[in-house]
T-cell receptor
Framework: EDQVTQSPEALRLQEGESSSLNCSYT??????LFWYRQDPGKGPEFLFT???AGEEKEKERLKATLTKKESFLHITAPKPEDSATYLC?????????????FGTGTLLAVQP | NAGVTQTPKFQVLKTGQSMTLQCAQD?????MYWYRQDPGMGLRLIYY???????DKGEVPNGYNVSRLNKREFSLRLESAAPSQTSVYFC?????????????FGPGTRLTVT
C-alpha cells in the first residue's frame, strides 16, 4: 500500500538554527514527490516537485532533496516567517489519476 | 488572477441538513479535486474531475456528491450531513490529470456538523 510518513511531527527552532524535515515514502513507482507549505487557516501552498532520486530544488532558505526512499526539506538559517506546517505528498505511476497521497505534516515553529 | 476560490469559508450544519460547497478556478486548469483534512489524517481525496463533464470517486466518497458545472467550477454536495463530516474541505486544481503537474489549493471551507 502506498504510504507517506513525515517526521518529526513538530519541530521548534531558534531563528538561524538550520534543520531538516523528513518524508519517507512507500510507493509502487514514484511519478513525483511534492512539498507544500500550509499556514494556519489557509490552503496548502505549492513549494517543489521532485521526480527522481538525486534531484534537488531550492527556494530561498528551503532546499528539497530526494532519494529512492525519502525526501528531505532542509531549512537554512530559518526566520520566524518560515513557521508553518510542511506537507509532503507522492504520486504513483500506474494510476489513471493525479492522485496525491499526503503525509500528516511537520509543524515548524521558528522562535526569534 | 484569484487562483482557486471557495465559498463559504465557514459553515455550521445540524445533522441531516444539506449544503453545497462551491469552488472555482481561473487558471484554465482541466482537472479539479475535493479533499478533506482532519487532524492526524492528512489530506484525503473525496472526488475528482479529470475534465469538464467527468467525475470519479476518490478515497472517501461516501456521503458526498459532486458536479463539474463547467471548466471553472466544481461543487461538492452533502445531502444529509453527519457529525463525521465535520472537517476542513479544500478544493484544488491542476493542469492535467495524467501527469505530475502540481495541484493548487483554495483557502478551504471549515464545516462543523452538530
Amino acid at each position: 500500500e502506498d504510504q507517506v510518513t513525515q517526521s518529526p511531527e513538530a519541530l521548534r527552532l531558534q531563528e538561524g538554527e538550520s534543520s531538516s524535515l523528513n518524508c519517507s515514502y512507500t510507493v509502487s513507482g514514484l511519478r513525483g514527490l511534492f512539498w507544500y507549505r500550509q499556514d494556519p487557516g489557509k490552503g496548502p501552498e505549492f513549494l517543489f516537485t521532485l521526480y527522481s532520486a538525486g534531484e534537488e530544488k531550492e527556494k530561498e532558505r528551503l532546499k528539497a532533496t530526494l532519494t529512492k526512499k525519502e525526501s528531505f526539506l532542509h531549512i537554512t538559517a530559518p526566520k520566524p516567517e518560515d513557521s508553518a506546517t510542511y506537507l509532503c505528498a507522492v504520486q504513483a505511476h500506474g494510476g489513471a489519476t493525479n492522485k496525491l497521497i499526503f503525509g500528516t505534516g511537520t509543524l515548524l515553529a521558528v522562535q526569534p | 488572477n484569484a487562483g482557486v476560490t471557495q465559498t463559504p469559508k465557514f459553515q455550521v450544519l445540524k445533522t441531516g441538513q444539506s449544503m453545497t460547497l462551491q469552488c472555482a478556478q481561473d487558471m484554465n486548469h482541466n482537472s479539479m479535486y475535493w479533499y478533506r483534512q482532519d487532524p492526524g489524517m492528512g489530506l484525503r481525496l473525496i472526488y475528482y474531475s479529470a475534465s469538464e463533464g467527468t467525475t470519479d470517486k476518490g478515497e472517501v466518497p461516501n456521503g458526498y456528491n459532486v458536479s463539474r458545472l463547467n471548466k471553472r467550477e466544481f461543487s461538492l454536495r452533502l445531502e444529509s450531513a453527519a457529525p463525521s463530516q465535520t472537517s476542513v474541505y479544500f478544493c484544488a486544481s491542476s493542469d492535467r490529470l495524467d501527469s505530475s503537474y502540481e495541484q493548487y489549493f483554495g483557502p478551504g471551507t471549515r464545516l462543523t456538523v452538530t
